[in-house]
T-cell receptor
Framework: SQQGEEDPQALSIQEGENATMNCSYKTSINNLQWYRQNSGRGLVHLILIRSNEREKHSGRLRVTLDTSKKSSSLLITASRAADTASYFCATDGSYKLIFGSGTRLLVRP | SQTIHQWPATLVQPVGSPLSLECTVEGTSNPNLYWYRQAAGRGLQLLFYSVGIGQISSEVPQNLSASRPQDRQFILSSKKLLLSDSGFYLC??????????????FGDGTRLSIL
C-alpha cells in the first residue's frame, strides 16, 4: 500500500527559482526520508527528518515536517539544471520504507 | 566505503524464460537487503526484503522469488517470465541497526524488457 503521496506530480521551473514539493502520508511515522532519482538511475538518499523534528537543512535543501497534518515539504533553493530529477518521499515501516509516486522536477536553463 | 553492485544493467528476455538478477554489497556486514520494481514514471514497489541470510520476506505475491545465499548477496529469480514482469528493478541495502530510520542505498538498477 502506498503511504506517501507527492504533490505536484510534475514541476517545471526556471533555473535560479525555488522548487517546493509536498508529501502527504496516512499513518503515524518515526521518520520521513527524501530521495532523488536521476533518469534511469537508482535513488539517492537526500535527507531524513525524525517525527520530533520540524525542520531540517542540508545545503540548498530544506525539509519541513508537520505531523499534525501528516505532511512534509522539500524546498530546493536557487535551483540548477542539474537538479532535474524525480524526488520521492518515503515513510518508515518495520525494516522497510514505503515510497510515494514522486515529483518530476524539470529545471530549465 | 560501502558499495552496491547490480547487474546486468539491461536485459531483454522472451516470455516464459527464466530470470536471475544479482546484487552484491561490499564494505558492510549483515545489511538489510531489498528488491524493488519501478514501472515507468511511477514510484517504487517493494518486492522482497531480507534481514539476514536465508530470511526473505515477500511483499507482493507474484511470479518472482528472492534468495540470499550469502550475507551480502541478494538474488531475484523467476522460473517463467510474464509480460507484466517488465520494469526497472532496483536493489538496495540499509544498515542493520534494529531501527527503521536508516537510509537505503540503491544500485543503478536493471531495466528488464520482456518480449
Amino acid at each position: 500500500s502506498q503511504q506517501g503521496e507527492e504533490d505536484p506530480q510534475a514541476l517545471s521551473i526556471q533555473e535560479g527559482e525555488n522548487a517546493t514539493m509536498n508529501c502527504s502520508y496516512k499513518t503515524s511515522i518515526n521518520n520521513l526520508q527524501w530521495y532523488r532519482q536521476n533518469s534511469g538511475r537508482g535513488l539517492v538518499h537526500l535527507i531524513l527528518i525524525r517525527s520530533n523534528e520540524r525542520e531540517k537543512h542540508s545545503g540548498r535543501l530544506r525539509v519541513t515536517l508537520d505531523t499534525s497534518k501528516k505532511s512534509s515539504s522539500l524546498l530546493i533553493t536557487a535551483s540548477r539544471a542539474a537538479d532535474t530529477a524525480s524526488y520521492f518521499c518515503a515513510t518508515d515501516g518495520s525494516y522497510k520504507l514505503i515510497f510515494g509516486s514522486g515529483t518530476r522536477l524539470l529545471v530549465r536553463p | 566505503s560501502q558499495t552496491i553492485h547490480q547487474w546486468p544493467a539491461t536485459l531483454v528476455q522472451p516470455v516464459g524464460s527464466p530470470l536471475s538478477l544479482e546484487c552484491t554489497v561490499e564494505g558492510t556486514s549483515n545489511p538489510n537487503l531489498y528488491w524493488y520494481r519501478q514501472a515507468a514514471g511511477r514510484g517504487l514497489q517493494l518486492l522482497f526484503y531480507s534481514v539476514g541470510i536465508g530470511q526473505i520476506s515477500s511483499e507482493v505475491p507474484q511470479n518472482l522469488s528472492a534468495s540470499r545465499p550469502q550475507d551480502r548477496q541478494f538474488i531475484l529469480s523467476s522460473k517463467k517470465l510474464l509480460l507484466s514482469d517488465s520494469g526497472f528493478y532496483l536493489c538496495a541495502w540499509s544498515a542493520d541497526t534494529g531501527q527503521s530510520n536508516q537510509p537505503q542505498h540503491f544500485g543503478d538498477g536493471t531495466r528488464l524488457s520482456i518480449l
